[in-house]
């Protein structure tokens, strides 16, 4: 927060400011390379499906289940 003797910053000096520090933190960034990038893509694509026919089956099992059980109480 201001001091109340601080005059506000104009709001346009903000966004520039703002910006500024917001690019030298970005160069501050360790990014990961293209092979790392890729390789937790990949497991991330591969997870998904894996656990995606998971809850398919699960939910094709509950709903072969429940339909045997409607049938015997009809």
Wanted: glycine letters at 6%; aromatic letters at 10%.
């Amino acid at each position: 927060m201001q001091p109340l003797t601080q005059k506000k910053e104009n709001p346009i000096q903000w966004l520039f400011r703002y910006l500024k520090e917001s690019r030298e933190e970005l160069k501050k960034v360790t990014w990961p390379s293209k092979q790392v990038t890729t390789k937790y893509s990949l497991i991330v694509v591969v997870l998904s499906i894996v656990i995606a026919g998971f809850f398919g089956g699960l939910d094709w099992v509950l709903n072969l289940g429940l339909e045997r059980l409607i049938d015997l109480t009809a």
